[in-house]
């Protein structure tokens, strides 16, 4: 069993690296879990241990491929055949029309030990997930496939049918995922589990670079947008709850006493006035950042009724006010980039971003938005292009409004390098680093008026 | 159960010896967990489970298998319409153990939650017993007899096994956590004018949460985590020809195919298996045999309740303009 124990203590080891906050309480658990569960089904380990180390279902996109490092399905390369691509691809055409999982596993598990090792003898330095599949190009079975499965069922009568091509592309996507396990598996066999579970395991999506993260990574941002606001939305009603509970009415509280004869038994809390406040919002939205502009809007619209009022403005070098797009039932999140740029007056002259320009237009035409009850968040790189930064616009808002922020999605190290502004309006407005969905959040919970 | 009376308290002793007598405990005696273990294996989980109609998954067998043994509350979370309710029910079935649910919603309360002096009653007590003292009649009125258990002490009274459902727990205001933390922590329950309740048999515990609120972390730690996503395809025909037999196997196919295809399309509430089972009925009634066009845009509304989610399912479906 120290085997065991062993490898338990190195996967809470890696989920700890990740992120996911786990207690010895839980380890202790673990280990009761491996032994009523035994060693010898795989798939229930890896739900016994999710079930006794995980608290929430975010968490559980690192722990699968964390585990499979641990608890991998097979040890080593295969023996024998050597990578025959043309007879692979069949086999695996095959195995995609019939879904069959358990095949498509074996034969990811073929296809990196045949074509995804590289260095001077293959697979001496190492396996590349990339590598395979450049080289065995699952995607372009898409045709066969589907000829495949609608000559086993024959013709394409059912309705059902016109499913199939995304039916078909789903199971493509979870070979190549498939690919990509197993590549780790052999990588971490090479190199060290520990080193591969917590660098070669991609971070939750709340953790990923908002510069750098892709578009399946942004797309499972938007999903993660409703589940963030409710958690926000729950931490504002106990930060409102803890500042209504505030201050001692004293007036009130000796008037109740009259009933104990004047002696104040119960302190009346001051109610505070149930006056939510106003936010606004000025997003840059040029390419470089637009991938964090748009989670902040989806974010703040799925908030919006913590707020007695939410306007926000896009800017890329002119400056428009989107909140009509963010409206209710409006809100698709996959369109609202494209749609803030076809139904916005964002550029002017050229395409890049001019904060100056921007900022300036937001304070001559919408200045009236921000009033003393107004926190105003800035979203932006602070990247000017070497244009004028427009300070007085910027002091301009902040001494109207009750408060500016900025969140800055780079780096604090790169601030100043460059066309970056970021000091000379940090100085103006309270700047954050804010690269990640997660840091974002705490960020929203900590600054958000309540 | 046992009661501890409180010490310097209203408690008589009489009830609570009375109690104790009639349960033949002493009052030493230490809860313990179930004596003969609920489940002897994961398939033996899935076995019994189906028995009552209830498919469950791997991971589903797994962890209930798992609350078994290690006895701790089973927190499940997942969209609405998974099987959640359900499966505590199942699991009482099984273990032919008596269900108590405590349904969370905004503002449920102690009084709700916990237990209540029947005020009524007491009233009547005291106008009948006007020649008694008063430290005789409020002794009394503070007895078992007057107090109207609710879920959480029934569940930690009872002698029975028993399945405590605690049900979409993300209703609840942040204030009732602390007080399920605090009867999961020790499973007892202190009425301060009667003593302290401890249960002799811990209930098999099940919380479910829809994920509304965010769930303290205090109290996801006390639990195992279960999250209930929609299923994989093969169960999901598995529980569709289960619930409604009469529907052939190729439209059966066909319905969660169509299911699925729906759920991957970011809708703003995405069919859930109540809704698969819901339009199978309605196909079988509708007296289909195969799903085509007019069939799926006339019962679409069956598995979507949102307009735009129907107009949005509709294209991208290729369905002729609703
Ligand atoms: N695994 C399953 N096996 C059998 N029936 C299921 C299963 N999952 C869901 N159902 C069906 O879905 C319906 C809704 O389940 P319910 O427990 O009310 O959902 P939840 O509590 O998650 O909202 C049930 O009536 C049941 O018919
Ligand atoms: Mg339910």
């Avoid at chain 1, 499965?149 to 995304?166: N, Q, S």
């Avoid at chain 1, 004047?262 to 505070?272: F, I, T």
């Avoid at chain 1, 703040?300 to 002119?318: E, G, P």
């Amino acid at each position: 069993m120290t085997e065991v124990a062993d490898r338990i203590t190195g996967l809470v080891g890696a989920l700890r690296a990740h992120g996911v906050r786990i207690g010895t309480g839980e380890s202790v658990d673990a280990a009761r879990a491996v032994e009523a569960l035994g060693l010898t089904d795989r798939e229930l380990l890896r739900e016994g241990l999710a079930a006794t180390l995980l608290h929430g279902p975010g968490q559980r996109a690192v722990f699968d491929p964390v585990f499979d490092l641990y608890f991998p399905r097979a040890v080593g390369g295969l023996e024998g055949s050597g990578p025959d691509r043309d007879a692979l691809r069949d086999r695996l055409a095959e195995a995609l029309a019939a879904d069959d999982q358990a095949m498509m596993a074996r034969l990811a598990a073929e296809a990196v030990d045949g074509m995804g090792g590289y260095g001077s003898s293959p697979g001496s330095d190492g396996f590349s997930a990339y590598q395979t599949l450049e080289r065995l190009r699952p995607q372009t079975l898409l045709a066969r496939v589907r000829a495949d499965v609608r000559g086993r069922d024959g013709g394409g009568a059912d309705f059902a049918d016109r499913l199939l091509d995304d039916e078909i592309r789903r199971r493509i996507e979870a070979f190549r995922r498939m690919v990509g396990t197993e590549a780790r598996r052999r990588v971490a066999e090479r190199r060290g589990r520990d080193e591969i579970a917590r660098r070669g395991v991609l971070p939750t999506a709340d953790r990923v670079d908002f510069l750098f993260a892709g578009r399946d990574q942004l797309a499972e941002l938007r999903r993660a947008v409703q589940p963030l606001a409710r958690k926000l939305a729950t931490r504002l009603a106990a930060r409102r709850r803890r500042a209504a509970r505030g201050t001692v009415d004293l007036r009130r509280t000796l008037r109740s006493s009259l009933s104990t004869g004047g002696v104040p038994m119960r302190p009346v809390l001051r109610r505070r006035r149930p006056v939510r406040p106003e936010l606004v919002l000025l997003c840059d939205v040029s390419g470089s950042v637009s991938g964090f502009s748009d989670f902040t809007m989806l974010l703040v619209q799925a908030l919006h009724d913590q707020f007695s009022k939410v306007r926000v403005f896009a800017f890329v070098n002119r400056l428009d006010e989107v909140t009509g797009l963010l409206g209710h039932g409006r809100a698709d999140p996959d369109g609202l980039s494209a749609r803030i740029r076809a139904e916005a007056t964002l550029t002017g002259w050229h395409g890049s971003s001019d904060y100056g320009v921007a900022l300036g237009e937001f304070a001559e035409r919408y200045v009236d938005a921000v009033g003393p009850r107004t926190t105003v968040f800035v979203l932006g790189d602070a990247r000017t292009n070497m244009s004028d930064p427009n300070l007085a616009a910027v002091r301009e808002v902040a001494r109207r409004a009750r408060r500016v922020y900025w969140l800055n999605p780079e780096p604090r190290a790169q601030w100043g390098t460059g066309d970056s502004a970021a000091p000379a309006y940090a100085d103006l407005a309270e700047m954050h680093e804010c690269r990640t969905a997660r840091q974002l959040g705490a960020l929203i919970a900590r600054l958000l008026p309540v | 159960m046992y009661i501890t009376p409180r010490p310097g308290g209203l408690g008589r002793n009489h009830v609570t010896e009375s109690v104790n007598k009639r349960l033949d405990r002493r009052p030493d005696t230490v809860p313990d967990p179930p004596e003969a273990p609920l489940f002897t294996s994961v398939d033996d989980v899935s076995a019994r489970l189906a028995e009552t109609g209830y498919l469950a998954s791997p991971a589903v067998a797994t962890t209930v298998f798992l609350a078994g043994r290690l006895g701790k509350p089973l927190l499940v979370e997942g969209p609405a319409g998974v099987g959640k309710t359900e499966l505590a029910k199942a699991v009482a079935q099984v273990a032919g153990a008596r269900l108590v649910r405590l349904q969370c919603y905004e503002g449920v309360d102690e009084s709700r939650a916990l237990y209540e002096w029947n005020h009524a009653k007491q009233l009547l007590r005291i106008s009948a017993g006007r020649d008694e003292s008063w430290d005789e009649t409020r002794t009394d009125i503070f007895s078992e007899e007057f107090l109207l258990p609710r879920p959480l002490l029934t569940a930690i009274r009872g002698d029975e096994p028993t399945v405590l459902l605690i049900d979409e727990t993300d209703k609840a205001d942040v204030e009732m956590e602390g007080l399920l933390l605090e009867v999961l922590s020790d499973f007892q329950i202190t009425v301060p004018e009667l003593g302290t309740v401890t249960a002799t048999r811990r209930p098999f515990v099940v919380l479910t949460s829809n994920a509304g609120r965010e769930l303290s972390e205090a109290l996801r730690r006390r639990c195992l985590f279960l999250h209930i996503g929609f299923p994989e395809e093969e169960l999901e025909r598995r529980i569709v020809r289960l619930k409604v037999p009469g529907l052939g196997a190729a439209l059966t196919e066909s319905v969660v195919r169509v299911v699925g295809a729906l759920r991957a399309m970011d809708l703003r509430k995405a069919p859930s298996v109540a809704e698969t089972v819901d339009w199978a009925h309605t196909l079988l009634a509708l007296g289909a045999d195969t799903l085509d066009e007019t069939v799926v845009r006339d019962s679409l509304g069956v598995i979507l309740k949102h307009q735009d989610d129907i107009q949005k399912a509709a294209a991208k479906l290729d369905l002729d303009a609703l």
